[in-house]
Structures are given as C-alpha cells and as structure tokens.
C-alpha cells in the first residue's frame, strides 16, 4: 500500500534555532517528492519539488533532501522565524498513476 | 494576479441540504481537483478533471458531484448523501494533470460544517 509517513506529528521551537523535519514513504514506483507549507485555514504551498536524481534542493532557508535508497526525504528550516509556524506536508508522486499521496504533515510552532 | 478563488470561506449546513463549493482559476490550467482534509489526515482526492466535460471520481467520491463545463471553473456539491461532510475542502490545479512534477496550485480552502 502506497504511504507516506510523516515525524514528528508536532513540534515547538524557538525562534532563530534549526529543525528537521522527516518524512518516510512507501510509494512505488517513485515519481517525485515535495514539500508544501499549509498555514492554518489557507491551502497548502509548494516549497520544493525532487525528482528521483535529485538528493537535496534548497529555497530560501528551507532545504530539502531525499534517499531514494531509504525512501527517507527530510525537510530542513534554518533560523526559524515566527512565520515559519504551519504545517509542513510531504507529497509523494506515483510513477505509474500520476496521482499524490500526502503525508498527514507536520504541525511546527516557531515561539519568540 | 493568476490564482485559484474558492467561495464561500465558511459555510454551514443543515443535515439533508445539499451545497456547491464554487472554485474559479484563472492560471489557464487545464486540470483541476477537489480534496477534503481532517484533522490528522493526508489530504485525500474527491474527484479531479483532466479537460473540460471529462472528470473523474477520486478515493472517496461517494456523496460528491462536480461539474466541468468551462476551463476556468470546477464546482463541487456536497450531497445530502454525503454521511461526514464536515471538513475543510481544497481547490487545486496544474497546467496538465499529474505529468512529471507539475506543481499543484491550491485555492485558500472553503470550511464546511454540518450543523
């Protein structure tokens, strides 16, 4: 069964500190991986977009990574500012029916 | 500014009504989706279309229909059928459906409670 696993379901930090966040899938064949940013009561964003050559791709202070090998992608936020609280959600791209599987996300806090 | 406009933000309803969620893009998009999202869950497809008068039933379009009669617009009702309609529902598109990476598009959500 195609799965995507996301960790840790919450998390809490301070402003200015680092965080990772990680995601584990299970979907085969492997098309692609992104990461998309949902703040509360908005609809999602992407942030990233991996293809299976790709192992790491950055935008801004966000960076992202993936082991194809593992089935492992983790989502890097550097210097966390308040506006990075949201929810942060892994999507996986079925190679052989195009459709998404998301990940139920990650709940991040960023307190001054 | 090109992007997806869903209405009404907030609705409620009453057990046996059935209510269209309107979703309106102007991104000249060909495909276009509708998923629900819980609490604690992934987002999951309803329906999606592919092309104008084509669309198709997703994982859970029991309760759901949609229309496609322009480019632009992609209407869900949420039928009295529907047995926990309560949720949050998301608009999406794409410039073609699910090739490649094409990155999807999402409208800012319209919350659906049942009263």
């Known amino acids: 069964k195609n799965q995507v696993e996301q960790s840790p379901q919450s998390l809490i930090i301070l402003e200015g500190k680092n965080c990772t966040l990680q995601?584990?899938?299970?979907?085969?064949?492997?098309?692609?991986l992104r990461w998309y940013k949902q703040d509360t009561g908005r609809g999602p964003v992407s942030l990233t977009i991996?293809?299976?050559?790709?192992n790491t791709k950055s935008n801004g202070r966000y960076t992202a990574t993936l082991d194809a090998d593992t089935k492992q992608s983790s989502l890097h936020i550097t210097a966390s500012q308040l506006s990075d609280s949201a929810s942060y959600i892994c999507v996986v791209g079925s190679g052989n029916t195009g459709k998404l599987i998301f990940g139920q996300g990650t709940t991040l806090q960023v307190k001054p | 500014d090109g992007g997806i406009t869903q209405s009404p933000k907030y609705l409620f309803r009453k057990e046996g009504q059935n209510v269209t969620l309107s979703c309106e893009q102007n991104l000249n998009h060909d495909a276009m989706y509708w998923y629900r999202q819980d609490p604690g869950q992934g987002l999951r497809l309803i329906y999606y279309?592919?092309?104008?008068?084509?669309?198709q039933k997703g994982d859970i379009a029991e309760g759901y229909s949609v229309s496609r009669e322009k480019k632009e617009s992609f209407p869900l009702t949420v039928t009295s059928a529907q047995k926990n309609p309560t949720a949050f529902y998301l608009c999406?598109?794409?410039?073609?459906?699910?090739?490649?990476?094409?990155?999807?598009?999402f409208g800012a959500g319209s919350r659906l409670t049942v009263l």
């Open positions: 999406a598109s794409s410039e073609s459906f699910y090739s490649g990476a094409n990155v999807l598009t």
């Open positions: 995601c584990n899938y299970t979907v085969s064949p492997f098309s692609n």
């Open positions: 279309s592919q092309i104008v008068n084509d669309f």
């Open positions: 991996m293809t299976f050559s790709e």
